[in-house]
């Protein structure tokens, strides 16, 4: 069974940067579009970046210019640059598949302060 693995979270200051990372115990990265999610206390976990096999990005409206997702197949690893930090990036941040999600991993704290 393919594990995830999240790393990179910590406590930051509004305006900071942190650079996630998430690592596969399996090669699943170089044939599946990748994305990372993010779930807040109370809220549903939602996708905030995704990258194709083929390295292209979409990012949802909040982040967009802010954050950017890339891979390293051959490290079997996702990464997150997030840039210009706001309290409302607040969350757990998880990655996965776009599609057919295979079991979370246990993502890694954000947590930005004013």
């Known amino acids: 069974q393919v594990h995830l693995v999240e790393s990179g979270g910590g406590l930051v200051q509004a305006g900071g940067s942190l650079r996630l990372s998430c690592a596969a115990s399996?090669?699943?990265?170089?044939?599946?579009?990748m994305g990372w999610y993010r779930q807040a206390p109370g809220n549903q976990r939602d996708l905030v970046a995704a990258?194709?096999?083929?390295?292209?990005?979409n990012y949802t409206g909040s982040v967009k210019g802010r954050f950017f997702i890339s891979r390293e197949n051959g490290k079997n690893t996702v990464y997150l640059q997030m840039n210009s930090l706001k309290p409302a990036d607040t969350a757990v941040y998880y990655c996965?598949?776009?599609?057919?999600?295979?079991?979370w991993g246990q993502g890694t704290q954000v947590t930005v302060s004013s």
């Open positions: 996965n598949l776009l599609v057919g999600q295979i079991p």
């Open positions: 990258i194709t096999s083929g390295g292209s990005t």
């Open positions: 399996g090669n699943i990265f170089s044939i599946n579009a």
